[in-house]
């Protein structure tokens, strides 16, 4: 179900829920943050993510589950929630909730998430210079970046904002050569 609409739909009001309780105690920012290790865990452990939204796994075996893996690593309120998540069988929905979490903090803080493809991994310098650039192009005050390597390239990046692409590969750039040089003839 991961990325469908339907599962937007229903992560959407608790993912605003959650925004709420978290701008009303300040810590908008410290649920982001827990809302990104619980992605990693997910990421890390699918078989994570198969035991939370196995309908045959009893909910007390979820909760016990869930307050073992997280321990005091997340904010209360976000245990709280999670907890409640179970209660209602929503817990099927945690990732989507998660990063529907991230989307509404992004827009709050005026950060894009770039997803950056590089032949081969960024030095610090090369990660500063994709941020800064991204920033130019977008306006934003802040980046978030996910890299991801594809030799592929052969040198260069691509980077994806939203549905923006901006191919500064040498592959991209070899394409679009014999592009001009076929329309040429």
Do not use: W
Not at 70 to 92: A, P, S, T, W
Not at 111 to 133: F, H, M, N, P, Y
């Amino acid at each position: 179900m991961k990325g469908s609409l339907f599962s937007t739909e229903i992560a959407e009001p608790y993912a605003q829920a959650l925004m709420s309780l978290a701008e009303s105690h300040d810590i908008t920012r410290s649920i982001g943050e827990d809302c990104r290790t619980i992605l990693d865990l997910l990421e890390e452990s699918p078989e994570l993510g198969q035991f939370i939204s196995s309908p045959v796994i009893k909910d007390e075996d979820k909760r016990a589950v869930l307050n073992r893996i997280l321990g005091d690593d997340i904010h209360q309120y976000l245990r709280n929630f999670l907890m409640l998540l179970v209660d209602k069988r929503r817990i099927v929905f945690l990732e989507a909730i998660c990063e529907q979490y991230l989307a509404l903090l992004r827009k709050q803080t005026n950060t894009v998430l770039a997803e950056v493809t590089a032949s081969t991994e960024l030095s610090d310098g090369q990660r500063r210079a994709v941020i800064d650039k991204i920033k130019a192009l977008t306006g934003a005050e802040a980046v978030e970046m996910k890299t991801d390597n594809d030799p592929d390239l052969i040198g260069g990046v691509i980077i994806k904002v939203g549905s923006q692409v901006f191919d500064a590969s040498l592959r991209g750039q070899l394409r679009r050569i014999s592009v001009s040089l076929g329309g040429a003839s």
